[in-house]
């Protein structure tokens, strides 16, 4: 088996257009935990999914308590029936959640769309 794909700072920020000190606040929140080699940053492919799911997270809306919740089912190791209960509750929640977001953005393009037409329409008779 290869060894494990690891990332400096400087790759993460520029592989997902962020600054490194953006990285540094995901750290200091308890989202992301490289190791340290000789003083270095070092993240792995584990923490590169994480920074994955916060970005796609925030551009969702996500707060940092959500994030963080979503951060910490991806880390999970469920292993018995009360925690997987818990996972998938959970699941269902930002499910819903999401899907509520999703009809509020689809009513509001709607509605965009109509005060769009209505200034197109007003515009000719000018």
Known sequence: MPPAKTYSISELAKHFDVTPRAIRFYEDQGLLSPKR????????????????????????????????????????????????????????????DLIERKEDIETTLADMDDVQARITDQMELL
């Open 37 to 96: 080699v000789n003083g270095q940053r070092v993240y792995n492919d584990g923490d590169f999914v994480r920074l994955k799911l916060i970005l796609r997270g925030k551009r969702i809306g996500f707060s940092l308590a959500e994030l963080k919740q979503t951060i910490a089912l991806y880390d999970t190791q469920p292993d018995s029936k009360v925690q997987l209960q818990y996972v998938l509750n959970t699941i269902e929640v930002h499910r819903q």
